[in-house]
């Protein structure tokens, strides 16, 4: 086994949306506004990198209903996710001071998205609409005002949007493209760690597309940019939504055409090539001297695991 029970093998974290988007009603001021007001509307509340949740003696409820939220000091400008079994859901920003306050409560609690993705504090299949409640709030604290004339912008389309209030100009949230590749050469694959990464720690390299560049060449460069390794045959995986703040991970596989490392050090504290079973045991964290691969929520986790388990 190279995944644990809360994401097998091509399922990491935030791929599972249960959520409707009902894009069309997102054009509909009134009828959203009907729907903030209904008792079984719910709302995801972020603040910064984390989400408020509600104690309870069960374990924590990710999903509040809206007046809770708005109890609990939650900004009414509210983002419309979806539609769960033909309910609205909502994602709400929090200001320090509100959060603050709930601090000193036992039954409020703040978790950081990563770690309670990690550790299955919600159900997997939340996870997705936790990270888009997380990118939208994060985008509209951030996107105040236009970047064409410097105005002050307002939120439109159920969050989908915003609009100068000057010249008119609409701003979309954004979505960044980053490629993360498992490079092969022969039974070995390539890893490395950048300094943040905790000790022991390999994973797959990957870097941000750049402006009119195709996935593959952004494969290649960053391979030879971070490790001095020449690359050819890149396929694409599978995606993963990355809400920190807004990414979209772009899992390839490529065939290395070199052998050499030369590590790029600004990028990379380290990069090696690893065999399959040194590989399997960094997944299955079980390596002598302690090195670890991905965690399995993450999606090189699932490259990796795709790679030692071939279909
Ligand atoms: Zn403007």
């Not at 990355?242 to 490392?261: K, Q």
């Not at 380290?270 to 399959?276: I, K, L, P, Q, S």
Request: overall charge negative; proline content about 6%.
């Amino acid at each position: 086994m190279t995944s644990n029970a809360l994401f097998p093998l091509g399922r990491p974290a935030f791929v599972s949306n249960v959520l409707d988007r009902a894009a069309h009603l997102r054009f509909n001021d009134e009828k959203l506004f009907a729907l903030e007001s209904k008792s079984d509307s719910r709302a995801y509340v972020v603040y910064r990198d984390s989400l408020l949740m509600k104690q309870e003696a069960g374990g924590p409820r990710a999903l509040l209903t809206v007046d809770e939220a708005l109890k609990f000091g939650a900004n009414p400008g509210t983002i419309f996710l979806g539609l769960r079994d033909g309910a609205a859901v909502f994602g709400m920003g929090i200001g320090a001071p509100a959060v603050e306050k709930l601090l000193t409560r036992d039954d409020v609690a703040l978790t950081e998205l990563r770690g309670m993705a990690m550790q299955g504090v919600v159900p997997p299949e939340q996870l997705s609409a936790i990270a888009m409640a997380k990118s939208l709030v994060s985008w509209h604290q951030r996107h105040g005002f236009c970047a064409n004339c410097g105005a002050r912008s307002a939120m439109a389309e159920g969050g989908w949007k915003r609009v100068c209030t000057s010249c008119k100009t609409e701003h979309f949230p954004r979505t960044d493209p980053v490629v993360i590749m498992l490079v092969e050469n022969g039974d070995k694959c390539l890893m490395g760690r950048q300094k943040q990464f905790p000790p022991g720690m390999y994973s797959c390299l990957a870097g941000f597309v750049e402006a009119a560049e195709t996935i593959e060449d952004a494969v290649r460069r960053e391979i030879f940019e971070e490790a001095g390794i020449h690359c050819t045959d890149v396929k694409y995986y599978m995606t993963q939504p990355w809400p920190y703040p807004s990414s979209l991970m772009i899992g390839c596989s490529a065939r290395a055409t070199s052998d050499a490392i030369t590590v790029d050090h600004m990028e990379l504290e380290d990069a090696r090539w690893f065999d399959r079973d040194e590989a399997m045991l960094m997944l299955k964290r079980e390596h002598p001297d302690g090195l670890a691969g991905p965690h399995p929520f993450a999606i090189a986790h699932h490259l990796l695991g795709r790679w030692l388990q071939p279909d």
